[in-house]
């Protein structure tokens, strides 16, 4: 298979092409997962030498609409979004979410990588009790009892095999990207401080951040999949009040944070809270020089939160970024102002813009 841009512009930055020198903090930095391929090594270089001063633009686009997504940004405000999200999916066949559709989802993800789209990921995953497909409200949202919760950290019981089953399944097309040369910002079992999913608000040692570390050990060690850039994905910290009035307090980052060790991004998603600066403030100090990032945006962020929030090194538009009635305008100013990188100006698509910080591994 003939490199993509994307694949052949990263590959020479990790061999160290004739371009500028990075700083000397930037060469120590690597991804988490053992033995990094080439492409992620350079693909983390680059966003960390972009964080504080662009913000790459990014669409999700679920699994029974492709990519036509895309195309509405474009015919929308005149640019394709630098990031090409997509969902490996839990439902029926033919539905949104139908996991039939993973394979066209890599097959597209590789074309995409090859016209310069960074390619995100994540997954829906089903409750390790159960097989695909599933509805959304009964399992996704559903919960797992303490003794099953307790089967799924233990090896060797029934849950425990479901779920290294399932996880293998996801596997088996993440290899085909690590084959293709491809990096991948990998984001699973996001939302986990929110009280909606089965993985959701399981704090202590023994909750989520183990199931996390689980999940670490069988894709990069058990698998091998050293093209992942794994993103720890949490939700805007806020109270939410169910019809009867009951409280849920959506969970402060720290308290599921699985360690430095198994994570290279913070970030988190916002629908409510406007951007609020101690959701920003808060990850960024738990970072510790890590990336942060805007795993999902319900309405994305204006040029001035950017401008406030600089660190952001993405945000990934739930929605479509200049359709379904959204500002047009708004949409079109912020993919062309100067806090935004867009596709067009991702440097292994050109490499004539000057305004743009091109951060070389050397």
């Known amino acids: 298979m003939a490199p993509s841009r994307l694949h052949a512009f990263l590959l020479s930055l990790a061999l160290g092409a004739a371009m500028p020198l990075v700083a000397q903090a930037d060469a120590e930095i690597r991804p988490v997962t053992p033995d990094p391929s080439p492409e992620a090594v350079a693909l983390l270089h680059y966003l960390h030498g972009i964080s504080g001063h662009h913000t790459l633009a990014g669409q ?29 999916g839990f439902s029926p066949p033919g539905t949104w979410d139908g996991i039939n559709f993973r394979q066209q989802i890599v097959d597209e993800a590789i074309r995409r990588s090859s016209e310069g789209f960074v390619i995100t990921l994540m997954w829906h995953a089903v409750r ?32 425990n095999e479901r779920w290294k089953s399932q996880v293998d399944v996801i596997a088996w097309h993440l290899r085909q990207l690590r084959d293709a040369g491809i990096p991948v910002l990998w984001r699973p079992y996001h939302e986990m401080n929110g009280h909606w999913f089965w993985w959701g608000q ?13 999940l670490f050990d069988r894709l990069a060690r058990f698998h091998r999949l050293n093209n992942l850039i794994w993103v720890f994905n949490a939700n805007e910290i806020r109270t939410d009040t169910d019809a009867d009035g009951t409280k849920h307090a959506v969970g402060a980052y720290a308290d599921f944070y699985p360690g430095a060790a198994v994570v290279d991004v913070l970030a988190t998603d916002v629908y409510q809270n406007g951007f609020a600066q101690h959701d920003y ?7 510790g020089g890590k ?20 660190r952001w090194a993405w945000f990934m538009s739930w929605g479509e970024l200049g359709g379904g009635g959204r500002d047009r305008a708004a949409a079109t100013l912020l993919m062309e102002s100067e806090e935004v990188l867009t596709r067009d100006e991702l440097p292994w698509v050109t490499v004539k813009n000057p305004r743009i910080h091109y951060p070389v591994l050397k």
């Not at 942060?292 to 600089?310: D, K, N, Y």
Request: glycine share 8%; hydrophobic share 35%.
């Open 281 to 287: 403030d808060e990850l960024l100090a738990l970072a």
């Open 128 to 159: 390790p009790i159960e097989d695909e497909p599933v509805e959304f409200s009964t399992s996704i949202q559903g919960r797992l009892t303490d003794e099953q919760w307790r089967d799924l950290l233990t090896p060797g019981t029934e849950v």
């Open 291 to 310: 990336l942060i990032a805007l795993g999902e945006v319900g309405r994305p962020p204006t040029p001035e939160i950017l401008r406030q929030q600089p």
């Open 60 to 88: 999700h686009c679920n699994p029974l609409v492709g990519s036509t997504r895309l195309a509405t940004d474009f015919k929308a405000t005149g640019r394709y979004p630098a990031l090409f999200g997509q969902d490996f």
């Open 202 to 214: 399981k704090t202590g040692e023994n909750g989520y951040r183990k199931l996390y570390r689980m």
